[in-house]
Protein backbone atom coordinates (compact mmCIF):
# COMPACT_ATOMS: atom_id res chain seq x y z
CA UNK A 1 0.00 0.00 0.00
CA UNK A 2 1.42 3.07 -1.07
CA UNK A 3 1.16 6.22 1.60
CA UNK A 4 0.76 9.56 -0.25
CA UNK A 5 3.03 12.26 1.42
CA UNK A 6 0.86 14.62 3.45
CA UNK A 7 0.79 17.96 2.48
CA UNK A 8 1.36 20.49 5.36
CA UNK A 9 -1.33 22.85 6.03
CA UNK A 10 -1.07 26.06 4.60
CA UNK A 11 -1.63 29.52 6.90
CA UNK A 12 -2.80 32.87 5.40
CA UNK A 13 -1.27 35.56 7.79
CA UNK A 14 -4.71 37.37 9.14
CA UNK A 15 -5.51 40.55 7.35
CA UNK A 16 -6.42 43.63 9.65
CA UNK A 17 -9.09 45.74 8.40
CA UNK A 18 -7.26 49.51 7.46
CA UNK A 19 -7.28 52.00 10.29
CA UNK A 20 -9.42 54.75 10.01
CA UNK A 21 -7.61 57.78 8.81
CA UNK A 22 -8.85 60.84 10.26
CA UNK A 23 -9.75 63.53 7.99
CA UNK A 24 -7.46 66.95 8.26
CA UNK A 25 -9.63 70.00 7.50
CA UNK A 26 -8.08 73.00 6.49
CA UNK A 27 -8.96 74.82 10.27
CA UNK A 28 -7.19 71.82 12.26
CA UNK A 29 -4.49 72.37 9.90
CA UNK A 30 -4.01 75.96 10.84
CA UNK A 31 -4.38 75.72 14.62
CA UNK A 32 -1.90 72.79 14.73
CA UNK A 33 0.76 75.12 12.79
CA UNK A 34 -0.12 78.07 15.31
CA UNK A 35 0.23 75.99 18.10
CA UNK A 36 3.54 74.70 16.71
CA UNK A 37 4.52 78.55 16.27
CA UNK A 38 3.91 79.58 19.53
CA UNK A 39 5.91 76.81 21.24
CA UNK A 40 8.75 77.85 19.09
CA UNK A 41 8.47 81.64 19.85
CA UNK A 42 7.96 81.22 23.67
CA UNK A 43 11.21 78.69 23.62
CA UNK A 44 13.30 81.71 21.34
CA UNK A 45 11.80 84.59 23.96
CA UNK A 46 12.58 82.95 27.20
CA UNK A 47 16.33 82.06 25.94
CA UNK A 48 16.54 85.21 25.13
CA UNK A 49 15.38 86.13 28.80
CA UNK A 50 18.12 83.54 30.26
CA UNK A 51 20.90 84.84 28.04
CA UNK A 52 20.63 88.34 29.02
CA UNK A 53 22.93 89.11 32.51
CA UNK A 54 20.94 90.38 35.17
CA UNK A 55 22.45 92.25 38.20
CA UNK A 56 19.59 94.37 39.46
CA UNK A 57 20.13 95.18 43.16
CA UNK A 58 17.65 94.76 46.13
CA UNK A 59 16.56 97.91 46.45
CA UNK A 60 17.48 99.44 50.18
CA UNK A 61 14.89 101.53 52.46
CA UNK A 62 11.87 103.43 50.90
CA UNK A 63 12.37 106.91 51.09
CA UNK A 64 10.42 110.07 49.96
CA UNK A 65 11.55 111.10 46.50
CA UNK A 66 11.85 114.46 47.99
CA UNK A 67 14.34 113.81 50.31
CA UNK A 68 16.41 112.24 47.41
CA UNK A 69 16.21 114.66 44.91
CA UNK A 70 15.11 117.68 46.33
CA UNK A 71 13.49 120.58 43.86
CA UNK A 72 13.77 124.05 44.53
CA UNK A 73 11.06 125.44 45.63
CA UNK A 74 9.46 128.13 42.97
CA UNK A 75 11.59 127.14 40.16
CA UNK A 76 9.74 125.31 36.95
CA UNK A 77 9.45 122.18 36.51
CA UNK A 78 11.42 120.70 33.39
CA UNK A 79 9.57 118.70 30.74
CA UNK A 80 10.36 114.84 29.94
CA UNK A 81 13.57 114.70 28.09
CA UNK A 82 13.28 113.35 24.85
CA UNK A 83 15.56 111.38 22.56
CA UNK A 84 18.36 113.38 20.92
CA UNK A 85 17.13 112.07 17.63
CA UNK A 86 13.92 113.86 17.02
CA UNK A 87 11.74 111.48 18.43
CA UNK A 88 12.83 108.52 16.19
CA UNK A 89 13.66 106.66 19.65
CA UNK A 90 9.57 106.91 21.17
CA UNK A 91 8.89 105.91 17.51
CA UNK A 92 10.62 102.75 17.83
CA UNK A 93 9.16 102.37 20.99
CA UNK A 94 5.77 102.77 19.59
CA UNK A 95 6.95 99.95 16.98
CA UNK A 96 8.14 97.21 19.53
CA UNK A 97 5.13 97.69 21.12
CA UNK A 98 2.56 97.43 18.14
CA UNK A 99 4.57 94.42 17.30
CA UNK A 100 4.68 92.79 20.43
CA UNK A 101 1.38 93.34 20.82
CA UNK A 102 0.38 91.35 18.10
CA UNK A 103 0.81 87.73 18.27
CA UNK A 104 3.56 85.06 18.93
CA UNK A 105 4.12 84.57 15.34
CA UNK A 106 4.85 87.88 14.46
CA UNK A 107 6.83 88.16 17.21
CA UNK A 108 8.89 85.13 16.03
CA UNK A 109 9.43 86.50 12.63
CA UNK A 110 10.67 90.01 14.18
CA UNK A 111 12.62 88.88 16.94
CA UNK A 112 16.03 89.88 15.44
CA UNK A 113 14.70 93.18 14.50
CA UNK A 114 13.22 93.88 18.12
CA UNK A 115 16.06 93.01 20.06
CA UNK A 116 18.12 95.46 17.54
CA UNK A 117 15.35 98.26 18.24
CA UNK A 118 15.50 97.74 21.95
CA UNK A 119 19.05 98.03 22.74
CA UNK A 120 18.78 101.22 20.27
CA UNK A 121 16.62 102.91 22.64
CA UNK A 122 18.20 101.67 26.02
CA UNK A 123 19.42 105.04 26.67
CA UNK A 124 15.94 107.30 26.88
CA UNK A 125 14.65 108.39 29.84
CA UNK A 126 11.86 105.81 31.14
CA UNK A 127 9.35 108.35 30.71
CA UNK A 128 10.24 109.20 27.31
CA UNK A 129 10.03 105.41 26.63
CA UNK A 130 6.41 104.82 28.61
CA UNK A 131 4.73 107.80 27.40
CA UNK A 132 5.65 106.89 23.90
CA UNK A 133 3.06 103.92 23.17
CA UNK A 134 -0.58 103.59 22.24
CA UNK A 135 -2.50 102.60 25.23
CA UNK A 136 -4.07 99.87 23.36
CA UNK A 137 -0.94 98.03 22.55
CA UNK A 138 0.41 98.42 26.23
CA UNK A 139 -3.07 96.96 27.21
CA UNK A 140 -3.20 94.01 25.17
CA UNK A 141 0.18 93.17 26.60
CA UNK A 142 -0.06 93.05 29.65
CA UNK A 143 -4.27 91.61 29.91
CA UNK A 144 -3.31 88.81 27.16
CA UNK A 145 -3.89 85.48 28.48
CA UNK A 146 -0.77 84.44 30.21
CA UNK A 147 -1.11 80.66 28.60
CA UNK A 148 -2.01 81.81 25.19
CA UNK A 149 0.66 84.01 22.81
CA UNK A 150 3.46 84.19 25.24
CA UNK A 151 1.93 86.55 27.49
CA UNK A 152 3.65 86.16 30.31
CA UNK A 153 7.25 86.55 28.71
CA UNK A 154 5.88 89.53 27.08
CA UNK A 155 5.47 91.54 30.15
CA UNK A 156 8.77 90.12 31.58
CA UNK A 157 10.33 91.98 29.25
CA UNK A 158 8.44 95.02 28.95
CA UNK A 159 8.80 95.79 32.46
CA UNK A 160 12.41 94.72 33.13
CA UNK A 161 12.76 97.64 30.53
CA UNK A 162 10.99 99.81 32.39
CA UNK A 163 12.87 98.40 35.64
CA UNK A 164 16.52 98.70 34.45
CA UNK A 165 15.48 102.58 33.37
CA UNK A 166 14.16 103.48 36.37
CA UNK A 167 16.70 102.00 38.52
CA UNK A 168 19.14 104.08 36.62
CA UNK A 169 17.93 107.42 36.78
CA UNK A 170 17.14 107.66 40.40
CA UNK A 171 20.71 106.11 40.77
CA UNK A 172 21.38 109.66 39.12
CA UNK A 173 18.85 111.65 40.93
CA UNK A 174 16.73 112.09 37.69
CA UNK A 175 13.48 111.26 37.84
CA UNK A 176 11.60 113.70 41.02
CA UNK A 177 11.26 116.61 38.93
CA UNK A 178 9.78 115.03 35.67
CA UNK A 179 6.73 113.34 37.52
CA UNK A 180 4.56 116.49 36.80
CA UNK A 181 5.25 116.55 33.18
CA UNK A 182 4.72 112.71 32.60
CA UNK A 183 1.75 112.52 34.71
CA UNK A 184 0.02 115.18 32.46
CA UNK A 185 1.04 113.43 29.27
CA UNK A 186 0.12 110.21 31.01
CA UNK A 187 -3.25 111.85 32.26
CA UNK A 188 -2.86 110.62 35.70
CA UNK A 189 -2.63 111.65 39.01
CA UNK A 190 1.64 112.38 40.09
CA UNK A 191 0.36 111.77 44.25
CA UNK A 192 -0.38 108.29 43.04
CA UNK A 193 2.23 107.68 40.43
CA UNK A 194 5.23 108.91 42.98
CA UNK A 195 4.90 106.05 45.69
CA UNK A 196 4.81 103.61 43.44
CA UNK A 197 8.30 104.98 42.27
CA UNK A 198 9.16 105.09 45.70
CA UNK A 199 8.61 101.59 46.37
CA UNK A 200 10.42 100.03 43.24
CA UNK A 201 6.48 98.56 42.18
CA UNK A 202 6.57 98.20 37.96
CA UNK A 203 4.20 96.30 37.65
CA UNK A 204 1.97 98.61 39.80
CA UNK A 205 3.18 101.28 37.80
CA UNK A 206 2.15 100.02 34.40
CA UNK A 207 -0.78 98.38 35.44
CA UNK A 208 -1.92 102.02 36.54
CA UNK A 209 -0.56 103.97 34.05
CA UNK A 210 -2.49 101.93 30.86
CA UNK A 211 -5.03 100.45 33.24
CA UNK A 212 -3.95 97.31 32.68
CA UNK A 213 -4.69 94.51 35.66
CA UNK A 214 -1.77 92.02 35.08
CA UNK A 215 -1.25 89.71 38.23
CA UNK A 216 1.99 89.04 39.48
CA UNK A 217 3.83 86.16 38.96
CA UNK A 218 6.56 85.55 41.11
Not at 44 to 52: I, M, P, T
Not at 183 to 193: G, N, R, S
Amino acid sequence: MEIQPSEEPTYEPATEPPAKTEEWDSEKVARTALTIFSLIACCVFFHGVCRKKRTYSLPGPLQPLEAVEPLEPGKPLPPIPRCEHGGKCEEKARYISKTTAENTVTLLVHHTTLEGLGEEIDHIHPFAFLSAHEKQHVRTIFNENRLHGGGSLKRRRFIGGVRKGMERELAAKNIARYIPDFAKKMDKDPALIRPLIEGRDWLGLVNYLFDTNAPREE
